[in-house]
């Protein structure tokens, strides 16, 4: 078993390959030595699970992603709603709220690819 960019998909996310076996030799569907895109869920899911990588990526989302999310969400409620209350400054709170959004949003997607890369 190995991993290579599926060129159905993106080539962000791997496709799981496997050796020609019996049945599609037999069927006319592959020629033998080619490798073929697996697709059995289960075989799918136990490789995606037994690879390196997908635990870096368990690892940011368990306990990395809430740290930020919770520092985050304590700094909305008491700084970011108490300057929306004085109502001056809140175009630029509301400004910075959106750009941590878009930080978190851009740190969570360069986790996966890198996890999958």
Do not use: D
């Amino acid at each position: 078993m190995r991993w290579k960019y599926s060129p159905l998909l993106s080539s962000q996310f791997p496709s799981r390959y496997c050796i020609v076996a019996a049945p599609e030799l037999e069927s006319g569907h592959a020629v033998i030595g080619e490798e073929i895109m697996e697709t059995s869920f289960y075989r799918n899911a136990y490789s995606m699970f037994t690879y390196s990588t997908y635990f870096q990526v368990l690892f940011y989302f368990l306990v990395i992603k809430p740290a930020i999310t919770l520092f985050f969400s304590l700094f909305f409620l008491i700084v970011c709603v108490t300057l929306l209350v004085l109502v001056v400054p809140a175009p630029i709170v509301l400004r910075v709220c959106r750009g941590i959004g878009k930080w978190q949003a851009v740190v969570a997607v360069e986790v996966l690819i890198v996890g999958v890369k």
